[in-house]
T-cell receptor
Framework: DTGVSQDPRHKITKRGQNVTFRCDPI?????LYWYRQTLGQGPEFLTY????????KSRLLSDRFSAERPKGSFSTLEIQRTEQGDSAMYLC?????????FGPGTRLTVL | QKEVEQNSGPLSVPEGAIASLNCTYS??????FFWYRQYSGKSPELIMS????GDKEDGRFTAQLNKASQYVSLLIRDSQPSDSATYLC?????????????FGKGTHLIIQP
């Protein structure tokens, strides 16, 4: 399978804990995006990398959120001091030109 | 004002008929337009992209774009029960995918056998 992969697929954590998600993009794609989706809503853009450079961050990305793509390949999204409002599906997408292809997502539940 | 608007539905269409899904957007600078299909509990799957005014056909799917009216639509011909899903309209403000996509809330489509 050469699509976008994400790990873990599900994460349950207690409020106040830190969590980290990983995304492996399609190998020939230099652009990588993170989105968040809650029930009944479309995905909301969080941040975007071109190669290893983080080029855009949404105002939704509070100080508790940080994303990295250290070698321009895989990316990690960390949420510190999780809150119940962080419960959502976290989606990663990769692309080369205009089109973006999504991974299966990581479903986060904060208790 | 919401940036990308879709009727949430549900839109119910008999099997074999044409399903018509509509989307309007507010930013006149938008350059790229996409339709994604999302099954319940799954991630969005890209089914169509369109960049210029007019129609673009791919199998049973036709995307239509009218930038003057800030309107994009998706037609699904010969609807099948497997087409039952939520369809998300997404817009990119700049060409080349430099920005994140702005999504509508999606239209829930039900194909009745």
């Amino acid at each position: 399978d050469t699509g976008v992969s994400q790990d873990p697929r599900h994460k349950i954590t207690k409020r106040g804990q830190n969590v980290t998600f990983r995304c492996d993009p399609i190998s020939e794609h230099n652009r990588l995006y993170w989105y968040r989706q809650t029930l009944g809503q479309g995905p909301e853009f969080l941040t975007y990398f071109q190669n290893e450079a983080q080029l855009e961050k949404s105002r939704l990305l509070s100080d508790r959120f940080s994303a990295e793509r250290p070698k321009g390949s895989f990316s990690t999204l960390e949420i510190q001091r999780t809150e119940q409002g962080d419960s959502a599906m976290y989606l990663c997408a990769s692309g080369r030109l205009g089109e973006q292809f999504f991974g299966p997502g990581t479903r986060l539940t904060v208790l | 004002q919401k940036e990308v608007e879709q009727n949430s539905g549900p839109l119910s269409v008999p099997e074999g008929a044409i399903a018509s899904l509509n989307c309007t957007y507010s930013d006149r600078g938008s350059q790229s337009f996409f339709w994604y299909r999302q099954y319940s509990g799954k991630s969005p799957e890209l089914i169509m992209s369109i960049y210029s005014n007019g129609d673009k056909e791919d199998g049973r799917f036709t995307a239509q774009l009218n930038k003057a009216s800030q309107y994009v639509s998706l037609l699904i011909r010969d609807s099948q029960p497997s087409d039952s899903a939520t369809y998300l309209c997404a817009v990119n403000k700049e060409g080349g995918g430099a920005d994140g996509l702005t999504f509508g809330k999606g239209t829930h489509l039900i194909i009745q056998p």
